[in-house]
């Protein structure tokens, strides 16, 4: 086949695709292994909302039909939940479109962004696939007693995003500025006087993204509250998901708070019918899922400390989180521990393409999962 006579824009062509993993089925074929375990994705070790799976299954009748472009019940009943208007709310296909539209909607070619390292992945993917720049800061160190901790009994990771070296990356080309808090991969916060003190030096033409997909996960007190800045006077957008708490990674489907403003932009870049049939029902009913929402938060904290708990046991450091997953360092090479785990039909995530080789993140699983993750570590720390 002769090469293709196209003008990609060089912005794409040095695009790095964002490496899909296996499908468990194709690793187990390949490994000669059977039963493996997925603790990589941050997924909800619990399953789905059941309620959700309910309403789903009612609605699979109506597939012949588009889905609701407004997401009327959806944005009518969290509205009415997180005690804003519905004109304030954003839906997306995943909260990873929400992102997207955010790019699409504010920034003309050659516009700046500022994102972390590390952080998470595809806001800087993003961005230079829509011509934009990319301005990276590197998270900062903190002391150990400067560090915003929870409850699980890992380690302070000292690393948290730098605001002030964020606010000196602001240009007049600065339009978006991504803050994932809790961060991914470290697990981390920052405390809601840091981020006051940071937002009241923001020039009024620059968006703070507030990116909350671990919201659920932190402690009332320690939650910088989106809703309290919706007003301005710079614009601060949230970012939520239903692909955590509420188990729905799959059914894609996620939000954004925002002043109407804002968002009326977002409804102009976006297509018509981005969030499909199942996933705004399903997320509507899993909205009312107390019950779940209510195990899942117990499970993950009861999870997150008896595997560091565990963990520290067989020798790891294990790192503070306010997520559902965690930083372990693994004392060598990184990579090579997860190809190790992975022989042993336990899948994490190696923490390389994040700039820390020697550590892998971990995602808590159902108890019998967590309980073979720990057997397995010991198996590949005992052949070292
Ligand atoms: C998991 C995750 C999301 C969720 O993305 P969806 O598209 O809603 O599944 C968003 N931001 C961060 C930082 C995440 O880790």
Redesign the pocket.
């Known amino acids: 086949m002769s090469p293709m006579k196209l003008k990609v824009p060089a912005n794409i062509q040095s695009l790095i695709p964002y490496p899909p993993g296996k499908p468990i089925e194709e690793l187990e074929r390949e490994y000669g292994i059977t039963g493996s375990i997925k603790l990589a994705s941050?997924e909800n070790g619990l399953g789905p909302s059941p309620k959700a799976l309910a309403a789903i299954a009612a609605a699979l009748t109506k597939l012949h039909r588009y889905p609701d472009g407004s997401n009327y019940y959806l944005a009518t009943r969290l509205a009415e939940k997180l005690g804003v208007a519905p004109a304030e709310l954003v839906f997306?296909n995943?909260?990873?479109?929400v992102i997207e539209l955010l790019i699409a909607a504010f920034l003309a070619p050659g516009d700046e962004v500022i994102t972390s390292q590390p952080?998470?992945l595809?806001y800087h993917t993003m961005v230079q696939a829509k011509g934009g720049v990319n301005r990276v800061v590197p998270l900062k160190k903190l002391a150990p007693a400067e560090v915003l901790t929870s409850t699980t009994g890992g380690a302070p990771l000292g690393v948290v995003h730098d605001l002030t070296a964020i606010l000196a990356q602001i240009t007049d080309r600065t339009r978006l500025i991504f803050l994932?808090n809790p961060n991914?991969p470290t697990g981390t916060i920052f405390g809601r006087d840091e981020f006051e003190a940071f937002l009241a030096q923001v020039p009024e033409q620059v968006i703070v993204v507030l990116?909350e997909?671990?919201v659920d996960f932190v402690a009332h007190a320690q939650r910088i509250d989106v809703r309290h800045y919706l007003a301005g006077p710079v614009a601060v957008v949230g970012?939520r998901?239903?692909?955590?708490a509420y188990g729905l990674?799959g059914l894609?489907?996620?939000y954004g708070i925002m002043n109407a403003e804002l968002a009326g932009y977002l409804h102009r870049v976006r297509q018509p019918f981005n969030v499909n049939l199942p996933a705004q029902v399903g997320a509507l009913a899993a909205l009312d899922d107390d019950d779940f929402y209510r195990q899942t938060l117990a499970h993950t904290g009861a999870g997150i400390a008896w595997l560091t708990k565990e963990i520290q046991g067989l020798g790891c450091q294990v790192f503070d989180t306010h997520t559902n997953f965690f930083l372990i360092d693994v004392g060598g090479d990184g990579r090579a521990f997860y190809e190790k785990l992975l022989r042993l039909g336990v899948i994490v995530r190696p923490m390389s393409a994040y700039g820390y080789p020697g550590y892998i993140r971990i995602t808590v699983g159902t108890e019998a999962e967590n309980q073979r993750l720990v057997k397995a570590m010991a198996q590949v720390l005992a052949e070292v």
């Open positions: 941050n997306g995943g909260s990873n479109e952080t998470f595809v994932d991914n990116d997909a671990y970012l998901t239903f692909s955590k990674a894609r489907v996620g």
